[in-house]
C-alpha cells in the first residue's frame, strides 16, 4: 500500500505511516476523544510493553506475522526470546494473569497502542498500527450488561468523533451455532462450516456452497444455509425470523442473550437505527462465544470492518488455570481516522493547540512580549511567542500557515499604551485594545 | 534492575516495566500535564513509527543497543534492515529531513513514546522506556530565545507535576572550550579533555588528572582544570568568575549567549533560584554547540540527571545537506515519575477516572440505574454503574478498592421517588436528594 493516500498518510517506509502535523493534531484529538468516552465509563489506561516473550505471542500468534528481536551486533542465528506484539488481547491475558491478584475485578480497561504485524511490504498492509480494544474481564461470571455497555460506547464515540451512517452489527455465536444444528449441519463440520460463512462477503453462492459441500454438509442443509445467507431484513423481521424456529436449547439460549442485550443497549440510548441484527455474523472462530459485533461504515465500503468484538468465555487460558470469561471490542482508528480526514468529516486545518500567536515587532521589547503571551496562558489559552528575527510579514504567514486563530501585534509606543492589535485570520478582521479584550474573545469564542 | 521498586513498577521480563492501573493513572496524569505545557506553547504533537531503517538509526547509533526486526519464521541470519528507534532525536532528524518541504519552520515539535534499547537484563536498565522531548528547528539561524523559552516551559512543567527541590545546571559550550583555552590545552586533545571533564561526577580528583594527563594535557592546564571543577558558588559569582577571564573570542561569545538565555528566561519568570550557572557542565560531546541543560533532583541525586538537552548546530547532517539549527530538552519520566510516586509527590490513589459508581440494589430497575449514571456523564462526569450482579456490599468494596469518589445507592422505591442516597466514600459520610444534588456536589467539589 501507498502510505501517502492524499496526502493524509506519509512516511518512506513501506507499511509504517506517519502524520504531518496538522493530521496528527487531527489525529490525536480524535484519540483523545475516544479515551474520554471510555474513561467516563470508569475503564482505567492499560498500557503494557511493546514486548513481550514469544513463547506468550506464539500461544496465539502466527510466527510468520510477528516480528522477533534481537540486537543488531548479535550474532546471526541468535535465539529470539523477546518479539513485538501484535495484538493488544495477548498483552491483556498475560497482564491479567500475572497480576490477577492485585487487580479489582471485573477489570476494565482500555489500551490504545501500537502493534506490529510481520507483513511482506509488497501486501499493502500496515506493518504498524493503532489498536483502540476496550475490555470487560470478570473471574466470575460476567453480567450481558457489559455487552450492552460496549455498545453504548461505541455509539458515543461514532458520535463524538462524527461519524455519520454507519450500523452495528451485532449476533451471538449461539444462535448461528443453533441454526447450523437446526439445518442439520453435522456437529463434526459445524466449526469449518462457520469458518466457511464467515467467507460470505468475499465470494459468491455458488463458491459458498461448493465450499461447504467440500467441508461434508448435506446437499439440504446447504441449501438451507445458502437461503439463510441470502436473508435480509429489520432488526424486528430478523428476531421474528430467528424465532420461528423449533429451538434447539443452543439457539434459544443465543437469542435470549441477543434481546437481553439490546433491551439494554437501549437504556444505553443506544438508537434502535445504528443496530442491526444479523444471525450470518461469524466473526473468528473458537474465541468468541457469545454476543459478536461488527461495525461497517455504509459510505466506505473499501474500509471493510471498522471496528469488531465479542464475548469469550476465557480469556487467558494459555496463562491461568482461572476461568476469566469477558467482553471486548476495538477500533480500528489507524484506517477509520485518515479516511475519515481524507473525506473532511475530520477537520485538519491547524498544527498548534495554541490559539494565539504574539508576534514581535521590536526586538527591543522582546520581554514584554513575552510577558503577554504568558498572561494569555494563565488564562488558560495556549499562546505562543514567535521568536524568531524576521519581519512582520513572515511572522504573520507563519501564523497563517500553521492555523492560529489570533495574531497580536504591537510596537513599542502600543506596548507602552497597553494598545495591542489582534488579528482573527479566518475572519480577517483586526481589533485594537487591551489584553482583556483578546481574553474575553478568546472565552466567548470557541 | 528489579521492575518492583515499592510495588511502582511491576512486570516479569526485565527491563520492561509496567504499572498496575492506579500507577498507569499517575503516570498518564503525569503526561498529560507536560502535554498541556508544551502544547501551551504552541508545539505539535509527532508520532513516528517505532521502527525505523536499521541504516537511518546506524548513523548515529550503536549496533549492539539497537534492537533488530526479522519475523519470527524467517531464516536464521535473514538481514536486519529494520530496527526499533533507540532516541527520539534520530527519528526527529529523519522526519524533518524528509518532510522537510511540508513542514512550517522554525518547527516546533514534542514526542512523548517509548524507545528501546538492546541492554544486556543484567545490566539492571530498562530496556524500554519513555522518553519526553522538545525541540524548535530552524532552516536558518535560531534565535537564542528559544533556549530561553525551553528553561520556561521546563520550569513549568515541573511546577505542574510538583517536583521540589531541583536545579536547572546550565551552561554554553563555547564556555567551556573556551576556558580549556584559556587554561592551555591544546587544540589537539580539546575534545579528549572535554570528554574526560563529563566525568567529574565519577571520579576523584586523582583519576581526573591521571586521565587528562594521559590525553596529553599539560601539568599546569590540569592544575588549573582541577581546580576550575572543584569551584563552586551562585549563579552571579560564576558569571563574575567568567568575566575575570582575558577572553578569548569563543568564550566571550558563549558567555554573550548565556547572559542573554538567562535574561530572557526571567521574562519567562523562570526562579533564578531554580538555575544554577555550571560552567564544568560538558555534557555528551559534539553534537551539542552551545546551551547546554542538566536538570538534577537535589533530593533524590540516585536518579541522576532527570531532563537534560542543549543547542545544536545540526540535527540532520546526515540525512540532507540544509543546515538546520535546533534546541531541545527531554525529560526522564520513566524513571523520574514513579520515583515520585513512591515518595508521596504524585498521588497514586485512584484506577479509575470516573469519579461516581452506581450500584445495583434491584435488578428489575437496571434501565433506570444506566440512566442515572446516563444523566450524570450528560453533566461531564464520568460515572459507571456496576453491572455485575452481586450485593451491594461487594459493590461498595468495589467502589473502595477503585478509588471512586461518590456511590450512588437507591432501591427501587426510592428510584420512584428521585431519592437517591450518595456515599462519599473519602468523607464517610452520606447524603440523600435528587440527581441535581450529586450534581451540585460535583461541580463544587474537585
Not at 506517519?18 to 492499560?46: H, T, V, W
Not at 437446526?182 to 459468491?204: N, P, T, W
Request: aromatic share 10%.
Amino acid at each position: 500500500m501507498s502510505n501517502s493516500s492524499k496526502g493524509i498518510l506519509v512516511g518512506s517506509i513501506s507499511g509504517f505511516p506517519e502524520f504531518l502535523p496538522k493530521d496528527q493534531i487531527a489525529f490525536n484529538r480524535c484519540l483523545d476523544k475516544i479515551k474520554k468516552e471510555f474513561e467516563a465509563f470508569g475503564y482505567s489506561p492499560m498500557d503494557t510493553p511493546a514486548v513481550e516473550k514469544t513463547v506468550t505471542l506464539l500461544s496465539k500468534g502466527n510466527d510468520s506475522e510477528i516480528y522477533g528481536l534481537t540486537r543488531l551486533s548479535a550474532e546471526e542465528g541468535g535465539k529470539k526470546e523477546l518479539g513485538l506484539r501484535f495484538d493488544l488481547t495477548v498483552p491483556l491475558a498475560r497482564y491479567v494473569a500475572e497480576h490477577y491478584g492485585q487487580l479489582v475485578f471485573p477489570f476494565k480497561r482500555y489500551h490504545i497502542a501500537p502493534v506490529w504485524r510481520g507483513e511482506r511490504p509488497q501486501a499493502g498492509r500496515y506493518r504498524q498500527f493503532y489498536q483502540c480494544d476496550i475490555d470487560v474481564i470478570s473471574e466470575t461470571e460476567l453480567s450481558l450488561a457489559y455487552d450492552a455497555e460496549l455498545l453504548g460506547i461505541v455509539y458515543r464515540i461514532f458520535t463524538a468523533i462524527g461519524l455519520p451512517n454507519y450500523r452495528i452489527k451485532i449476533n451471538n455465536r449461539k444462535i448461528l451455532v443453533g441454526l447450523m444444528q437446526e439445518f442439520g449441519v453435522e456437529e463434526s463440520c459445524l466449526e469449518a462450516a462457520i469458518r466457511q460463512i464467515d467467507k460470505k462477503e468475499k465470494i459468491d453462492a455458488a463458491a459458498m456452497a461448493r465450499g461447504l459441500q467440500e467441508i461434508g454438509v448435506s446437499g439440504s442443509a446447504v441449501e438451507k444455509i445458502l437461503s439463510f445467507l441470502d436473508r435480509k431484513g429489520s432488526t424486528a423481521a430478523m428476531l421474528s425470523y430467528l424465532e420461528g424456529f423449533s429451538h434447539t436449547l443452543l439457539l434459544e439460549e443465543g437469542l435470549d442473550e441477543l434481546q437481553e442485550v439490546l433491551r439494554l443497549a437501549a437504556a444505553f440510548r443506544v438508537p434502535a437505527d445504528v443496530i442491526e441484527v444479523d444471525p450470518t455474523l461469524a466473526r473468528g472462530l473458537n474465541y468468541y462465544t457469545g454476543t459478536i459485533y461488527e461495525v461497517k461504515w455504509i459510505d466506505c465500503p473499501e474500509l471493510g470492518t471498522i471496528c469488531a468484538g465479542g464475548r469469550y468465555q476465557n480469556l487467558a487460558a494459555t496463562f491461568t488455570r482461572k476461568l476469566l470469561p469477558g467482553v471486548g471490542i476495538s477500533i480500528g482508528v489507524s484506517r477509520l481516522i485518515p479516511k475519515m480526514i481524507e473525506k473532511g468529516l475530520i477537520l485538519s486545518e491547524t498544527e498548534t493547540y495554541a490559539r494565539v500567536l504574539v508576534t514581535v515587532q521590536d526586538r527591543n521589547f522582546l520581554s514584554q512580549y513575552i510577558t503577554i503571551a504568558e498572561k494569555i496562558r494563565q488564562h488558560g489559552f495556549g499562546a505562543e511567542v514567535y521568536l524568531q528575527d524576521k519581519p512582520l510579514p513572515n511572522q504573520i504567514k507563519y501564523a497563517d500557515r500553521k492555523g492560529f486563530e489570533v495574531v497580536v501585534i504591537a510596537n513599542g509606543e502600543e506596548l507602552r499604551q497597553e494598545r495591542l492589535n489582534f488579528k482573527i485570520l479566518k475572519q480577517q478582521r483586526q481589533e485594537t485594545g487591551t489584553l482583556d479584550l483578546l481574553i474575553k474573545y478568546l472565552k466567548t469564542s470557541v
